[in-house]
């Protein structure tokens, strides 16, 4: 189960800020990332990532609450072989497990574009897995932002006003077969619940994105588990394989239970945009 | 520039209409300012910190202007516009700076001014160069009066910039810590420093999601925190269009002088010009990026902006971009 997971690896993340810095030469030094290789893969062997999948982030963390990623794949999202599984690693955040993505052969491509919170310099890890169980990793070293920006929403309150609103399209010119690019919005301040009131000494609730599912014409697409290491209102880009129209469908569901869904329905040939607020 | 060494002999003169009252003036005076002429040649700060310098623009309005750089240990955190305003009863701290030292050297310059107590310390914003000199006025037991979120914006961002601050000064952010508002303003608020009053507004959010103004009305003195940028280039850690709506509002406020967050002070409300010419052009921009359906990163590494006319463009455009992004592509 991730969310435990997650709360035992926000101790282990946050004993390693302090040394966060000396970790930087060698991905492999990574404190953090040993103990997670041990615990997610029981330290099975991982090869470079290069002709499976390739990781994109910017060098220096510009806006730390906003920090573009994208996940490429570079093998088919065929029936034989395919990309079944992604973890998202950012060794040096509070909850270093950001996320785990899953994708079917019914997929198109296993590739994903989010936005993440980057609390200190840190590498950030995309680890596939295919479907005969074998990994490869591809790792970047990002530089945290400037003293004054922080990985903490903008704006408490609007992030709650607007809470479990969502947007989802596709933009691209639907072919069967072919795989097409959606958007997922979701209003959401994804709080971590890690800011401790002064005053009564204690920490504010957490309340955060951990599922979300797509399905195309009832099979699912693309899933994933995640959590506040995702930026304030979650964004996801991905791929599914349309074959002609019906309806592609996101549903999540946070920390607290509350469960939110939007429906995009497609004709033969055109994409298709939909909002929703929560249900 | 005026400096702290060369001033003792002034400062301890009155100097002004708002300057202690004559009882202050005797030998308690005399011997608080002599105790500063020694502590500021000696012992009162830090060796690494550069000297105080304060600005007296209008009487008993002074300025300490930080530079204009990322916190780094060549400026020791001293990098925001730090000051105070005396009346006859009480001294106003607007910004207190970077790091504990920061915030003691500016208490320091007080002291060498004036005995009149610090009755009131306000914070602009939620931002570490402009409160984590906090803790220095703690011993003063003043009001920290800062915007209603302020408060939450601190407990969720603090530890963040302590980090930060740790990582990137080392032992020179020393004894600092987050030091809470104990005075909240939703709307505005009025404060009698004895012969002047200061109004402190509120704003929607804006630069932060707690921005407060601050106006002197004695001397039509007018600080603004980061809503308004001079040369530094602003930056947006709030709302871009809130910035916009609040900046045409308050450039109708009846003001002289006005004392931005970074840069130096300007005429008002001239000062805003070239910040809202940026803003404005930000906000086209990234809403072109969004509707041609480029990605926040494609956006963040394709629009430019005035690149020339700015301090510190690199450190802060994309991340202007991105923040920008993120709000408006939520827009109908």
């Known amino acids: ?61 510009e806006d730390a609450a906003i920090v573009p990623i994208a996940i490429r794949s570079r093998i088919a999202q065929g029936k034989s072989r395919y990309i079944d ?48 169980g074998k990994l490869y990793m591809a790792v970047n070293y990002v530089k945290a932002s400037g003293g004054c920006s922080a990985p903490a929403g903008k704006d408490a309150l609007a992030a709650r006003a607007t809470l479990g609103k969502m947007r989802m399209r596709v933009d691209d010119t639907l072919v069967p077969g072919r795989p097409a690019l959606a958007q997922l919005m979701i209003s959401h301040p994804n709080d971590s619940g890690l800011a401790l009131d002064q005053i009564t000494r204690t920490y504010a609730v957490p309340h955060y994105v951990r599922k979300v599912e797509v399905t195309y014409a009832g099979k699912p697409v693309m899933r994933a588990d995640v959590d506040f290491s995702i ?9 599914f394989t349309p074959d002609g129209g019906g309806e592609l469908e996101a549903t999540v569901v946070d920390n607290q239970d509350l469960q939110f869904a939007t429906t995009v329905k497609l004709d033969a040939v055109r994409g298709g945009a939909a909002s929703s607020m929560a249900q | 520039m005026l400096h702290p060494q060369r001033l003792d002999r002034e400062r301890c003169v009155p100097q002004s209409r708002w300057r202690a009252a004559p009882r202050r003036r005797g030998i ?72 504990y030292a920061v915030g003691h050297a500016l208490r320091q ?77 939703s709307t505005s608020d009025e404060i009698d420093l004895g012969g002047r009053t200061l109004s402190v507004r509120a704003w929607r959010t804006a630069h932060t999601d707690a921005d407060v103004t601050v106006l002197d009305r004695s001397s039509r003195t007018l600080w603004l925190g980061d809503l308004v940028f001079v040369g530094h280039l602003p930056v947006v850690d709030g709302s871009l269009r809130g910035y916009l709506a609040v900046l045409a509002e308050i450039r109708t406020i009846d003001a002289t002088v006005a004392i931005p967050g970074h840069g130096r002070a300007a005429s008002w409300p001239g000062a805003v010009a070239a910040e809202e010419r940026y803003l404005q052009g930000l906000l086209t921009d990234v809403r072109a990026a969004i509707k041609a359906k480029r990605t926040l990163a494609e956006a963040v590494e394709t629009i430019g902006g005035e690149r020339g006319d700015w301090l510190l463009f690199d450190a802060f455009h994309k991340r202007n971009v991105s923040a920008a992004y993120a709000e408006l592509e939520w827009e109908e």
């Open chain 1, 1 to 61: 189960m991730v969310p435990r997971f997650i709360r035992l690896l926000v101790i282990v993340g946050l004993a390693s800020a302090v040394n966060a810095r000396a970790q930087d030469a060698n991905p492999d030094d990574s404190a953090v990332w040993r103990k997670v290789h041990a615990s997610l893969f029981a330290d099975a062997p991982i090869e470079p990532a290069d002709a499976v999948v390739t990781l994109e982030t910017p060098r220096r963390a």
């Open chain 1, 85 to 132: 599984t992604i973890w998202l690693i950012i060794d040096n955040n509070p909850s270093p497990i950001a996320a785990v993505f899953r994708f079917t052969p019914d997929s198109g491509r296993a590739d994903m574009e989010t936005r993440i919170r980057i609390e200190q310099y840190t590498h950030v890890r995309a680890i596939a897995q295919t479907n005969d």
């Open chain 2, 28 to 99: 308690l005076h005399v011997a608080v300012c002599a105790a500063i002429a020694w502590s500021a040649t000696a012992a009162a700060r830090p060796p690494e910190l550069p000297a105080f310098a304060l600005e007296n623009p209008a009487p008993g309005v002074y300025v300490h202007y930080g530079q204009q750089a990322e916190m780094t240990r060549a400026n020791a955190g001293d990098i925001a516009n730090l000051g105070f305003i005396v009346g006859a009863r009480c001294v106003a701290v607007i910004d207190t700076g970077g790091t």
């Open chain 1, 231 to 239: 930026s304030e209102n979650p964004n996801f880009r991905f791929y």
């Open chain 2, 109 to 185: 310059a007080i002291r060498g001014i004036t005995a009149v107590p610090v009755c009131y310390v306000i914070n602009t914003h939620v931002h570490p160069d402009h409160v984590f000199g906090n803790a220095a006025f703690v011993d003063d037991r003043p009001d920290f009066i800062g915007h209603a979120h302020l408060a939450d914006a601190m407990r969720r961002k603090g530890p963040n910039y302590l980090n930060a601050l740790r990582r990137d000064l080392g032992d020179m952010a020393d004894e600092t810590r987050v030091v809470l508002p104990t005075r909240a303003v």
